[in-house]
């Protein structure tokens, strides 16, 4: 890989230059890959970009060898544009495959993909993955919720790709319509996008809203493609794709690795995506590794317990304790009645603060006892006050796209 990038790629060839005078560097083994290859960061992508629009430098190839464009979401700073070649969409196309080969899906399954369909690079992916497959994929993009839920029906979709909130979303539009989701033939629900799909008590509500369908996690990124695959013997566990990347876990402030079962941020170097690769890739991305070397289902990919369990730029220190939006997500499914949620960053303070909107589901005829309850058990769990704050129904943001239920003001 470094012998096709460097010294075409200007972006790569720039980053060793700093670190040796051998381009590209003679690594032999895993020490001199640490001590030669540089990590690379969002902000750099970023700043890269500006200087040399619309695409950067970080680029293998001439232009006109690249086939396809997407861009990142856009939730954590500017859009990133990215670029890729045929061989790496291929590449890409692969590791998605091994993500429905792991949730089950085979030919003659109907997927339905409740997306829009936008510049966001995993629709396209997953809905060519799945026609590789023999699967048939049924759009959902341009259509209002009810519309997508009676289009599962008629199409008889046997797996659904959203989302954790937007599934809940839809169970919630089907209940408001009385549209009974045990009539359904959807089997699998494979998300991502959020933490959600590896909180037990977020999975157990969609698997209970959509009734005989399992709940299959993964997760990915524009930057890097599709990364992990979920277990099929530990549900809370997401397997990265180690045939197709270098995966470290490193101290989020710093560049050591952390010991196993300990909570870092997820580095990755991509070994197929020759035309605009990432090495050492801090993705932001909180993961702790899973302290057995042969997991349950017979792997030894690198398991991450419980998926990806916040981000570095989400974490929140409220009077000392560190507050993670899965721990949120987490405490607040786990109680009946809770329809939706929305907290509150308030940085106008010495001490950072939080507060929660809590949306109760319609059939709730006490919210105050139930926003009580839940800032009760907000209190067992991290230790601190957080005021709940019950709020009438439908008055909360839904989301299709990823959740953004946490809001600041500084």
Known sequence: MLRAILPA???????FRDRTARIPPKISGWQD?????????????????????????????????YTRCHQTSGTAGAPLRWLDTPESWEWMLGNWQIILRAADVARGDRLFFAFSFGPFIGFWLAFEAAGRLGCRCLPGGGMSSLARLRAILDHSATALCCTPTYGLHLAEIAVREGIDLSTSAVKKLIV?????????????RLEAAWPGAQVCDHHGMTETGPVSFPCPARPR????????????????????????GETGELVLTTLGRIGSPVLRYR????????AEALCACGRSELALEGGILGRTDEMVIVRGVNVYPSTIEDLLRAQDGVAE??????????????????????????????????????????????????????????????????????
């Open 192 to 204: 991502a996008g959020e933490p959600g799909g590896s909180i037990l008590s977020t999975r157990a």
């Open 283 to 290: 993705t932001g991305d909180l993961v702790r590794a899973a």
């Open 341 to 410: 949620y929305q907290v509150q960053v308030d940085r106008n303070h010495p001490l950072t603060q939080i507060s929660i909107r809590l949306e109760p589901r319609p059939e709730v005829t006490d919210p105050g006892a139930l926003a009580a309850r839940v800032q009760a058990a907000l209190q067992d769990v991290l230790h601190l006050r957080v005021p709940v704050q019950p709020v009438p129904p439908g008055q909360l943001p839904r989301f299709e796209m990823k959740a953004r239920r946490w809001v600041t003001t500084e």
């Open 9 to 15: 790629n200007p972006f790569y060839t720039a980053k």
């Open 237 to 260: 566990v997401l397997h990265v794709i180690e045939t197709s990347y270098i995966a470290e876990i490193m101290d989020p402030a710093g560049s050591k690795p952390v010991s196993t």
């Open 33 to 65: 890959f640490l001590g030669d290859c540089p990590f690379t960061t969002k902000a750099e992508l970023s700043a890269d970009q500006a200087a040399a629009p619309p695409y950067g430098t970080n680029l293998t190839f001439p232009l006109d060898r």
